[in-house]
């Protein structure tokens, strides 16, 4: 068997955006892959229908398609001179692209970019997102002024509400997202909210034409719960359908013609309480079913590029995809309210749409990559086999299950052995998840594979603050650095009593709460070796100011403002800690990291440096948060190569 090594990272073949036409016949997904010498991820389209997988087209960069009818869709490409032109002035444009006889026809030139929702009739629903000023682009006569005013001010932001900028997208003070519609046969955009107004989820019923969708009127400091509104595309007319302001809706369903509101009153455990489901009409949110449980999948892994919707709907029952413990499951939920478990994966859903008379699932099973599977009456089927070679081929060390009791909970993790037999002793890499509100599972995850291949026991595990066992146990807020802390030292201690690890080369990593968890580690035990920090909190005070999330996580999480209760907030930061590290650090952090902004790592690294320790800061230009799961290739090599290097270095 071939050796696991951080190269193989460009050969890995991620599939996403799974979506099927109206009559469940034809279904389409992205393949994303590394392109040699770009470094970059291109995005191939694919189809599955009649039992077969075909290849259509390469989308390039680009990663985003619309259903037009029941074999032509709206597809992102440069075929001329002219579409050479119109991208160089800002322009997008997209082509009708036929499945059956894989011809281009139709063009069609936006001149904002559009996330697209659904179609009815010959209508198209999106989304844009762009100031108001900017909406004048649509009026090709004044476009060139607008796009010369824009790279006139281009060297600076007016800041004018929160959050002024936002992982990934960059800086979007100003800036709306509108709900709008686009005419195929006029080929003219139409919006339909107002620039005072921010729309979040949208969901389109083609059958009763009617849009619902959720939102709030703009706030200069955006509240992180919203209303949800129906508007008829005939009148024009937005109805409220909701209380204002009092759920923290997380998914709008369509089941039969009635919108179904996964929604947080957040009134138990905050923000990250899990949501009930609730109908809606012109009476507001009616409970139909308690729910309470983990939504969608937390489930982490760094072999994900594009993501999937997880919900659908057959036969009158809503599907959808939720985490239970350290796996993924199908929840079933019908008109009347009842709640069932339709089916259980020992892996990851990643993608779920009805199929037929069954369903089409994108999940890693087992140790297994992504892959495409076909779903009816409890079998899962694999239609697809674009990772399978690799993993038939390379050494992939199989995660051993390891469980600590605790009395009042149990924490479960798992170990990486890459050799069981030997009896010397091994050293070990902990590792912590994100979130924290995420799980780990058995299931692939790159880097992992690549220190066991390495010689080291891997170990990670869920302490309480995870995912998947219900809002009490995830719920650490004003805790954070205290019961997590010691569930994840006593796994250790767990692992070092069974397997035989040497205590003495010790080592931790994580990123985001990974990266918290990282750095309160190594201010309160000297038992690590060696600790890798990434993408991390050291400062809560700091961090409220500055992360996009940052204004509401922050006290949300801690439990308090970071002013009038300076303590509450400072006991829990990393930096309140510094003098005591000994532990050589590394941070790796991104400069367009938004989400835990890279003053975070500079601040506990000049501390160190300023006492001796042993610390280097690698600093990722033009990154953001998702460097580990979504960064560029060269990147992704270069901080998995920085975290390996930098252990061997205190072997």
């Not at 190269?7 to 109206?22: I, K, R, Y």
């Not at 009763?208 to 024009?236: C, F, W």
């Not at 800061?617 to 290739?633: M, N, V």
Request: charged share 20%; with cysteine; aromatic share 12%.
């Amino acid at each position: 068997m071939k050796k696991i090594t951080i190269e193989d990272l460009e050969t890995f073949q991620h599939l996403g955006a799974l979506s099927v036409n109206a009559s469940n016949t034809r279904a389409l997904f992205l393949v994303s892959q590394a392109a040699p010498g770009e470094n970059a991820y291109h995005h191939t389209l694919y189809e599955y229908s009649a039992g077969h997988l075909k290849k259509h087209i390469s989308l390039k960069k680009a990663s985003q398609f619309a259903w037009l009818d029941e074999e032509t869709v709206l597809v992102p490409a440069n075929k001329t001179d002219e579409d050479n032109a119109d991208d160089q002035a800002g322009l997008h444009v997209f082509y009708q692209y036929h499945l059956v006889e894989q011809t281009f026809k139709t063009r069609h030139v936006f001149p904002v970019k559009p996330s697209f929702i659904d179609r009815v009739n010959d209508t198209l629903i999106v989304t844009l997102t762009l100031k108001e000023s900017e909406w004048d682009l649509v009026d090709a006569s004044k476009r060139q002024g607008i796009l010369d005013a824009k790279k006139k001010n281009q060297a600076y932001e007016e800041i004018t509400d929160m959050p002024y900028y936002f992982n990934g997208p960059g800086f979007v003070s100003g800036t709306r997202k509108v709900l709008a519609t686009y005419d195929l046969k006029m080929q003219t955009l139409t919006r339909l909210t107002d620039f005072d107004f921010s729309v979040d989820i949208v969901r389109v019923d083609p059958d009763t034409e009617m849009i619902y969708y959720s939102g709030k009127p703009h706030q200069a400091m955006q509240d992180v719960r919203s209303n949800l509104y129906q508007v008829d595309l005939h009148t024009s007319t937005h109805t409220l359908l909701s209380e204002s302001l009092t759920y923290m809706i997380k998914e709008i369903y369509l089941l039969a013609g009635t919108p179904i509101v996964a929604a947080s009153l957040m009134d138990e455990y905050g923000m990250n309480q899990n949501p009930d489901f609730y109908t809606a009409s012109s009476n507001g949110l009616q409970l139909l079913a308690e729910f309470r449980g983990s939504l969608s999948n937390t489930i982490g892994t760094d072999m994900r590029y594009l993501g999937a919707q997880k919900w659908t709907t057959l036969n009158d029952a809503l599907y959808t995809v939720i985490t239970v413990d350290d796996h993924s499951e199908i929840l079933r939920l019908t008109k009347t309210g009842a709640l069932t478990t339709f089916y259980q994966l020992e892996g990851s859903i990643d993608g779920l749409a009805a199929f037929e008379d069954g369903f089409l699932v994108i999940g890693m099973v087992g140790m297994d990559l992504q892959e495409l599977y076909r779903f009816t009456e409890s079998l899962l089927e694999p239609l697809s086999s674009f990772n399978h070679a690799f993993t038939t081929t390379h050494s992939v060390i199989h995660p051993t299950p390891l469980v600590v009791d605790k009395k009042t909970h149990e924490v479960k993790g798992w170990v990486l052995d890459p050799n069981p037999e030997s009896t010397e002793k091994k050293p070990a890499i902990l590792n912590v998840h994100g979130g924290p509100k995420t799980v780990y599972a058995p299931i692939y995850y790159h880097e992992m594979q690549v220190w066991a291949n390495e010689g080291y026991c891997v170990m990670y595990a869920n302490p309480r603050g995870s995912d998947g066992k219900g809002n009490a146990f995830s719920d650490i807020r004003g805790k954070y650095g205290t019961i997590d802390y010691e569930d994840l030292m006593d796994f250790v201690d767990e692992v070092i009593d069974q397997y035989n690890i040497d205590p003495k080369r010790l080592y931790v990593t994580g990123g985001s709460y990974g990266g918290f968890m990282t750095n309160w580690m190594v201010g309160h035990t000297n038992r690590f070796k060696a600790a890798v920090t990434q993408r991390s909190i050291s400062n809560w005070i700091s961090f409220y100011g500055t992360s996009d999330i940052g204004y509401f996580f922050a006290s949300d999480q801690t439990a308090g403002h970071p002013l009038r209760d300076f303590d509450t907030l400072w006991e829990q930061s990393p930096l309140k800690y510094a003098l005591n590290i000994q532990t050589p650090l590394l941070f790796i952090h991104s400069d367009k990291d938004y989400r835990c902004p890279i003053e975070q790592a500079q601040q506990l690294h000049a501390i160190l440096l300023n006492e001796g320790v042993d610390t280097e800061l690698i600093w990722f230009k033009d990154e953001t948060h998702e460097l580990s799961r979504s960064g560029k290739p060269e990147a992704r090599k270069k901080r998995l190569r920085h975290i390996s290097e930098w252990f061997k270095r205190y072997a």
